[in-house]
Protein backbone atom coordinates (compact mmCIF):
# COMPACT_ATOMS: atom_id res chain seq x y z
CA UNK A 1 0.00 0.00 0.00
CA UNK A 2 3.01 2.67 0.76
CA UNK A 3 6.43 2.48 -0.11
CA UNK A 4 9.14 5.07 0.79
CA UNK A 5 11.67 5.09 -1.20
CA UNK A 6 15.09 6.83 -0.06
CA UNK A 7 13.71 10.26 1.19
CA UNK A 8 15.36 13.39 2.71
CA UNK A 9 13.75 15.88 4.47
CA UNK A 10 14.91 19.06 6.19
CA UNK A 11 13.88 22.27 8.29
CA UNK A 12 15.97 25.01 6.45
CA UNK A 13 19.29 23.74 6.04
CA UNK A 14 19.18 20.97 9.23
CA UNK A 15 18.30 17.97 7.76
CA UNK A 16 16.11 15.73 9.53
CA UNK A 17 15.49 12.11 7.49
CA UNK A 18 18.50 11.19 5.34
CA UNK A 19 17.48 8.48 2.96
CA UNK A 20 14.74 6.69 4.95
CA UNK A 21 12.71 3.63 3.16
CA UNK A 22 9.64 1.72 4.41
CA UNK A 23 6.98 -0.60 3.39
CA UNK A 24 3.35 -0.93 4.68
CA UNK A 25 1.13 -3.98 2.94
CA UNK A 26 -2.47 -3.66 3.38
CA UNK A 27 -4.32 -4.19 6.86
CA UNK A 28 -1.04 -3.83 8.55
CA UNK A 29 0.32 -2.38 11.88
CA UNK A 30 3.50 -0.95 11.46
CA UNK A 31 4.90 0.80 14.01
CA UNK A 32 8.16 3.31 14.53
CA UNK A 33 10.21 3.59 17.59
CA UNK A 34 13.44 5.60 18.24
CA UNK A 35 14.84 8.69 20.80
CA UNK A 36 12.95 11.63 20.92
CA UNK A 37 14.80 13.43 18.13
CA UNK A 38 15.25 10.80 15.98
CA UNK A 39 12.58 12.15 13.12
CA UNK A 40 9.69 9.80 13.77
CA UNK A 41 7.27 13.04 13.76
CA UNK A 42 8.95 14.40 10.91
CA UNK A 43 8.76 10.76 8.57
CA UNK A 44 4.89 11.38 9.70
CA UNK A 45 4.72 14.86 8.46
CA UNK A 46 6.37 14.33 5.16
CA UNK A 47 3.81 11.47 4.66
CA UNK A 48 0.91 13.67 5.06
CA UNK A 49 2.81 16.70 3.37
CA UNK A 50 2.85 19.13 6.11
CA UNK A 51 6.94 18.97 5.83
CA UNK A 52 7.54 17.34 1.94
CA UNK A 53 10.61 15.66 1.44
CA UNK A 54 13.63 17.62 -0.64
CA UNK A 55 14.11 14.18 -2.29
CA UNK A 56 13.25 10.99 -2.65
CA UNK A 57 9.94 9.46 -3.41
CA UNK A 58 6.64 8.11 -1.25
CA UNK A 59 3.81 5.98 -3.43
CA UNK A 60 0.62 5.47 -2.43
CA UNK A 61 -1.05 2.54 -3.49
CA UNK A 62 1.52 3.15 -6.36
CA UNK A 63 0.57 6.88 -6.90
CA UNK A 64 3.12 9.74 -6.45
CA UNK A 65 2.52 11.62 -3.70
CA UNK A 66 5.82 13.77 -2.23
CA UNK A 67 4.86 16.48 -4.37
CA UNK A 68 1.16 16.66 -2.75
CA UNK A 69 -0.12 19.21 -0.92
CA UNK A 70 -1.95 17.53 2.22
CA UNK A 71 -5.56 18.35 1.53
CA UNK A 72 -4.69 16.57 -1.76
CA UNK A 73 -3.23 13.52 0.37
CA UNK A 74 -6.13 13.40 2.50
CA UNK A 75 -8.50 13.00 -0.07
CA UNK A 76 -6.64 10.04 -1.32
CA UNK A 77 -6.92 8.00 1.58
CA UNK A 78 -4.28 9.49 4.56
CA UNK A 79 -4.97 10.75 8.05
CA UNK A 80 -3.10 11.49 10.19
CA UNK A 81 -3.39 11.83 14.02
CA UNK A 82 -1.14 14.91 14.92
CA UNK A 83 0.67 14.20 18.31
CA UNK A 84 -0.81 16.53 21.31
CA UNK A 85 -4.17 15.36 19.72
CA UNK A 86 -5.07 19.15 18.46
CA UNK A 87 -8.88 19.15 18.92
CA UNK A 88 -10.76 22.22 18.20
CA UNK A 89 -11.63 23.16 21.74
CA UNK A 90 -14.25 26.29 21.07
CA UNK A 91 -16.43 23.38 19.02
CA UNK A 92 -18.65 20.49 20.33
CA UNK A 93 -17.33 16.70 20.20
CA UNK A 94 -20.50 16.23 17.01
CA UNK A 95 -19.19 19.59 15.97
CA UNK A 96 -15.79 18.09 15.80
CA UNK A 97 -16.37 15.20 13.92
CA UNK A 98 -18.40 17.13 11.70
CA UNK A 99 -15.27 18.92 10.75
CA UNK A 100 -13.34 15.85 10.21
CA UNK A 101 -16.50 14.95 7.54
CA UNK A 102 -15.57 17.70 5.36
CA UNK A 103 -14.13 15.03 2.59
CA UNK A 104 -17.19 12.29 3.22
CA UNK A 105 -19.90 15.17 2.05
CA UNK A 106 -18.14 16.52 -0.52
CA UNK A 107 -16.07 13.61 -2.30
CA UNK A 108 -16.99 10.38 -0.59
CA UNK A 109 -20.73 9.98 -0.41
CA UNK A 110 -22.31 13.02 1.07
CA UNK A 111 -24.23 13.85 4.09
CA UNK A 112 -25.25 10.16 4.43
CA UNK A 113 -21.91 8.70 4.45
CA UNK A 114 -20.96 10.83 6.93
CA UNK A 115 -23.67 10.27 9.32
CA UNK A 116 -22.80 6.37 8.64
CA UNK A 117 -18.84 7.23 9.68
CA UNK A 118 -20.12 9.19 12.65
CA UNK A 119 -22.18 6.73 14.08
CA UNK A 120 -19.25 4.33 13.42
CA UNK A 121 -17.26 6.61 15.64
CA UNK A 122 -19.72 6.52 18.02
CA UNK A 123 -19.82 2.52 18.21
CA UNK A 124 -15.95 2.51 18.62
CA UNK A 125 -16.00 5.12 21.33
CA UNK A 126 -19.43 5.22 23.14
CA UNK A 127 -17.64 8.15 25.42
CA UNK A 128 -17.41 10.65 22.53
CA UNK A 129 -21.65 9.76 22.40
CA UNK A 130 -22.34 10.10 25.86
CA UNK A 131 -20.41 13.68 25.20
CA UNK A 132 -21.46 14.72 21.76
CA UNK A 133 -22.83 17.67 22.82
CA UNK A 134 -20.06 18.89 25.30
CA UNK A 135 -17.12 21.15 24.43
CA UNK A 136 -13.88 19.21 22.77
CA UNK A 137 -11.40 21.82 25.42
CA UNK A 138 -13.63 20.08 28.70
CA UNK A 139 -12.96 16.49 27.87
CA UNK A 140 -10.02 14.27 29.79
CA UNK A 141 -6.90 13.81 27.79
CA UNK A 142 -8.07 10.51 27.40
CA UNK A 143 -10.88 11.55 25.30
CA UNK A 144 -10.05 14.26 23.34
CA UNK A 145 -7.13 11.31 22.36
CA UNK A 146 -10.40 9.38 21.11
CA UNK A 147 -11.76 12.58 19.39
CA UNK A 148 -9.08 12.70 17.74
CA UNK A 149 -8.62 9.76 16.42
CA UNK A 150 -12.42 10.08 15.68
CA UNK A 151 -12.15 13.00 13.80
CA UNK A 152 -9.43 11.48 11.61
CA UNK A 153 -11.58 8.34 10.93
CA UNK A 154 -14.40 10.09 9.60
CA UNK A 155 -12.27 10.69 6.21
CA UNK A 156 -12.69 7.19 6.16
CA UNK A 157 -8.78 6.42 5.29
CA UNK A 158 -7.28 3.57 4.29
CA UNK A 159 -3.68 4.70 5.96
CA UNK A 160 -4.32 5.74 9.46
CA UNK A 161 -0.94 8.14 10.78
CA UNK A 162 -0.99 7.37 14.74
CA UNK A 163 2.00 9.92 16.40
CA UNK A 164 2.06 9.26 20.25
CA UNK A 165 -1.44 8.37 21.24
CA UNK A 166 -0.77 6.59 24.37
CA UNK A 167 1.09 10.32 25.12
CA UNK A 168 -0.02 11.54 29.32
CA UNK A 169 -2.82 8.83 29.27
CA UNK A 170 -3.42 6.61 32.48
CA UNK A 171 -2.84 2.86 31.42
CA UNK A 172 -6.53 1.99 31.04
CA UNK A 173 -7.07 4.45 28.54
CA UNK A 174 -4.09 3.57 27.01
CA UNK A 175 -5.54 -0.19 26.51
CA UNK A 176 -8.68 0.88 25.01
CA UNK A 177 -7.04 3.15 22.83
CA UNK A 178 -4.90 0.43 21.66
CA UNK A 179 -7.65 -2.15 21.67
CA UNK A 180 -9.13 0.10 18.78
CA UNK A 181 -6.07 0.39 16.86
CA UNK A 182 -6.09 -3.42 16.68
CA UNK A 183 -9.84 -3.55 15.62
CA UNK A 184 -9.66 -1.10 12.79
CA UNK A 185 -6.44 -2.97 11.57
CA UNK A 186 -8.17 -6.41 12.14
CA UNK A 187 -11.75 -5.88 11.67
CA UNK A 188 -11.70 -2.66 8.68
CA UNK A 189 -8.41 -3.67 7.43
CA UNK A 190 -7.34 -0.29 7.91
CA UNK A 191 -3.49 0.48 7.32
CA UNK A 192 -1.77 1.82 10.52
CA UNK A 193 1.76 3.51 11.23
CA UNK A 194 2.11 4.03 14.42
CA UNK A 195 4.88 6.03 16.49
CA UNK A 196 4.74 5.09 20.31
CA UNK A 197 6.72 5.47 23.44
CA UNK A 198 5.72 2.76 24.51
CA UNK A 199 8.23 0.44 22.32
CA UNK A 200 6.98 -2.19 24.17
CA UNK A 201 3.25 -1.72 23.85
CA UNK A 202 3.69 -0.82 20.14
CA UNK A 203 5.85 -3.57 19.52
CA UNK A 204 3.12 -5.98 21.15
CA UNK A 205 0.58 -4.47 19.02
CA UNK A 206 2.50 -4.52 15.57
CA UNK A 207 2.59 -6.73 12.87
CA UNK A 208 6.41 -5.20 12.09
CA UNK A 209 8.56 -2.36 13.16
CA UNK A 210 11.48 0.08 12.58
CA UNK A 211 13.99 1.58 14.01
CA UNK A 212 14.94 5.48 13.33
CA UNK A 213 17.87 6.82 14.85
CA UNK A 214 19.37 10.65 14.07
CA UNK A 215 17.56 10.75 10.93
CA UNK A 216 18.42 7.06 9.79
CA UNK A 217 16.59 3.86 9.21
CA UNK A 218 18.76 1.73 11.05
CA UNK A 219 16.72 -1.45 11.90
CA UNK A 220 13.87 -3.24 10.71
CA UNK A 221 11.81 -6.63 11.38
CA UNK A 222 8.70 -8.40 12.49
CA UNK A 223 7.82 -7.02 15.99
CA UNK A 224 8.82 -10.55 17.31
CA UNK A 225 12.37 -10.09 16.27
CA UNK A 226 12.56 -6.64 17.33
CA UNK A 227 11.15 -7.30 21.05
CA UNK A 228 14.17 -10.11 20.97
CA UNK A 229 16.72 -7.75 19.49
CA UNK A 230 19.37 -7.13 22.65
CA UNK A 231 19.76 -3.91 21.06
CA UNK A 232 16.54 -2.68 21.18
CA UNK A 233 16.26 -4.47 24.43
CA UNK A 234 18.89 -2.28 25.88
CA UNK A 235 17.71 1.13 24.06
CA UNK A 236 13.90 1.26 24.53
CA UNK A 237 12.64 -2.04 26.54
CA UNK A 238 14.33 -1.56 29.36
CA UNK A 239 13.20 -2.16 32.94
CA UNK A 240 12.68 0.97 33.74
CA UNK A 241 10.01 1.42 31.10
CA UNK A 242 6.82 1.80 31.71
CA UNK A 243 4.95 -1.31 30.30
CA UNK A 244 1.48 -0.32 30.06
CA UNK A 245 0.55 -3.44 27.56
CA UNK A 246 0.85 -5.61 30.54
CA UNK A 247 -0.73 -3.81 33.32
Given at each position: ??R??N?????????A????????AQ????TL????G???T????S????V?P?????L?Q???????L?????R??????A?G?Q???????????EL???LSR????????AR???E?V?H??????E???Q?????????Q??????????????L????EP??G?????V??????????????????????????A???????G??????R???????????E??D?????L???K??????
Amino acid sequence: MLRIKNINTFYGKAQALKNVSLHLAQGEIVTLIGANGAGKTTLLNSLSGVVPPRSGEILFQNVPIHALLPHQIVRLGISQVAEGRQVFKPFSVDDNLELGAYLSRKFLGGKDKARQKKEFVYHLFPQLHERKNQLAGTLSGGQQQMLAIGRALMAEPKLLLLDEPSMGLAPMIVQEIFRVIAALSRENKTTILLVEQNAKAALKLAHRGYVLENGRMILEGSAAELLENKDVQRAYLGKDKKEIWER
